[in-house]
């Protein structure tokens, strides 16, 4: 790493609860867009210099940092050196030690395996916390520039875009009018495992970090002991890995004569074919299955230049009116005679996906029988609202209502294992009733005092998602007030009606560290004037905020909250 120049110079802090992180965002921010503002302008010498820039900063190093270690899901997960940072004394020698470590050296990441969904094991590779960190700095430099140059029908790991975009756009190429009915369901056999790196390295030409990408790609595995060199593919389980993949896929939609015109505001498809990708998975959308068998000649041609295959088992050309499956949802079109077309699209959750929840419901049941009723809710509440909420987009109410028969089944069975001796009478009285909840429905499973219950899926009401915009980034500098709108609208995934109202006046952003609240990270209810002083448990006296800010205000840091203001959603 080199020296940080004064232009770019946060100051110092003196521990790591003493950092201004709404400074670091600000300067982080800003960087991103200037770096995506010069690769839309294609402006190379002034692109390369911010990403120098942004690979030296501090604000970028302590960010990345807080990302890796507090943050993401895999944090307390070591690497083959087997260090885990869980102290801010630790975090902050580790900004020192990312910053004075020179030169860089990867090492090789640690193969751990998870179950997939078929049976199989899924391969990753955890690498050290130092090169998390690092890569962590890297992506931030990166990914800005090629987020000018994705195409639109890339959804998977980029900001700012998920699963529902993806199917909301599916939905869109779907509607009965469409003449695009057959469909190339098609997925790619072990996309990151395969992946040539020449092909990575070719597009990261003229980046300021190539030998450092070089040095992950190449750094090799440990599996049980045993050290493994790497010959293709970026490891699963790295911070830069969905980055690397996805530049080493975009050029899909020209691969198979996707094209665009602008219809005033907005681009509509100009072309007999039309693709959505979510990482590695895919659907190309075709007139005849003449041209579908075409389209996935083409994409097969395409990515074995890449060192890519199709996957025979999971690839197959469908009508509409069949269907076909895609990140857990069903797409078919089903006959009717109420409309013009005579057929009706209708999304639903897939039976895999139904399937999958009860096994997983069973289970958590199974391994809940003898605990108390509040070490029940704990666990299966979080469970239940993640489900609800990605279904909640699509035609999934009869699905929801079905679920909560057959959970009603489980929640007795677990009372007469967990109460064998008692009378059905008794747990009908002491776990069962409408009492805790304003609904006329006898039957709600909860805590014999509290009131505390487990919500039934069909409370959740069924809206569509509003899909992103054509091509638009989260780092486009004239699309602030856009993105603000979205993060505010994401107020209504959260558990309890409080944080569902406080988001929605704070318009989704955390008042101390101003980043979106939605980041992952989790929240607490915090209390701008202290209870010790007087202050209130009043809407007005209260603010949402991450987890390590709200520490970060109880420890002494030096940090403010700034004032809830009432949002300026449209």
């Known amino acids: 790493m080199q020296r940080e120049t004064a232009v770019n110079r946060a100051k110092t802090p003196a521990s790591w609860n003493d950092i201004n992180w709404c400074r670091n965002r600000k300067l982080v921010r800003n960087l991103r867009q200037r770096i995506y503002r010069a690769s839309r302008q294609g402006d190379h010498k002034k692109l390369r210099s911010l990403q120098r820039l942004m690979l030296k900063s501090r604000a970028n190093r302590e960010l990345s940092i807080r990302q890796v270690t507090q943050v993401n899901k895999g944090r307390l997960t070591a690497g083959v050196d087997k260090l885990v940072v869980k102290t801010p004394q630790g975090r902050t020698r580790l900004v020192e030690e990312v910053s004075q470590y020179q030169p860089w050296k990867a090492k ?19 690498p050290t916390v130092l090169d998390r960190c690092m890569q962590a ?22 900001p700012g875009r998920g699963c ?33 790196h020449a092909t990575i390295l070719e597009a990261l030409a003229g980046f300021p970090a190539r030998n450092l990408v070089r040095q992950w790609l190449k750094a090799g595995v440990v599996d049980r002991g045993v050290f493994a060199e790497t010959t293709a593919g970026t490891p699963q389980g790295g911070v830069v890995s969905p980055l690397l993949a996805n530049i080493a896929l975009h050029g899909m939609e020209s691969a198979v004569g996707v094209s ?42 395409w990515l074995a230049g890449r060192g890519l295959e199709l996957s025979q088992e999971k690839t ?78 699509v035609t999934s109410k009869e699905t929801f209502n079905g ?45 014999p005092k509290t009131g505390n219950h487990l919500p039934k899926l069909s409370w959740t009401p069924i809206k569509r998602h509003i899909m992103v915009r054509y091509d638009a980034s989260p780092d486009d500098p004239d699309l602030r007030s856009y993105w603000a709108w979205r993060e505010a609208k994401k107020a209504v995934l959260l558990p309890t009606w409080r944080q569902k109202e406080l988001a929605t006046r704070q318009s989704g952003h955390c008042p101390i560290c101003q980043d979106s609240l939605h980041n992952d990270e989790e929240l607490h209810v915090h209390h701008v004037i202290p209870k010790s002083q007087g202050g209130e448990d009043a809407i007005s006296n209260l603010a949402l905020v991450h987890l390590y800010c709200h520490q970060q205000v109880h420890t002494g840091g030096k940090v403010t909250v700034k004032p809830v203001c009432l949002s300026r959603v449209r």
Not at 108 to 126: E, H, S
Not at 145 to 151: D, G, I, N, P, V
Not at 164 to 190: F, M, N, Q
Not at 335 to 340: I, K, Y
Request: glycine share 6%; net charge positive.
């Open 403 to 447: 679920l909560d028969y057959w959970m009603l089944s489980r929640e007795i069975r677990w009372c007469k294992r967990t109460h064998s001796n008692k009378s059905w009478n008794w747990i009908n009285r002491t776990y069962f009733g409408s009492s805790r909840v304003r609904r006329q429905d006898k039957w709600v499973f909860g805590h």
């Open 164 to 196: 529902h975009d993806a199917i909301e756009r599916i939905y869109a190429l779907s509607i009965p009018k469409t003449r695009k009915k057959w469909v190339v369901d098609a997925d790619i056999k072990g996309a990151f495992d395969n992946i040539r």
């Open 137 to 158: 700095i890297v992506k931030n430099a990166l990914e800005p520039e090629w987020e000018a140059l994705f195409e639109p029908g890339s959804y998977g790991f980029r």
């Open 108 to 126: 090789p990441a640690r193969r751990v395996y998870i179950p997939k969904a078929n049976g199989k094991q899924r391969p990753l590779g955890i």
């Open 316 to 393: 197959r050309i469908r009508h509409l009116t069949e269907g076909f499956n895609f990140l857990g949802f069903n797409v078919r079109q089903y006959p009717v005679s109420n409309t013009r077309t005579g057929y009706k699209l209708l999304i639903r959750p897939s039976k895999e996906s139904v399937s999958d929840f009860k096994h997983r419901m069973k289970r958590e049941w199974s391994a809940l029988v003898g605990h108390n009723v509040d070490a029940v809710l704990a666990r299966l509440r979080p469970i239940l609202r993640g489900w609800v909420n990605y279904y909640r987009t």
């Open 260 to 301: 665009y015109w602008k219809d005033g505001d907005s681009y509509k498809i100009n072309s007999t074919r039309a693709l959505v990708r979510y990482a590695d998975d895919f659907v190309i959308f075709a007139e005849t299955r003449e041209d579908a068998e075409a389209a996935k000649s083409d994409i097969a041609r």
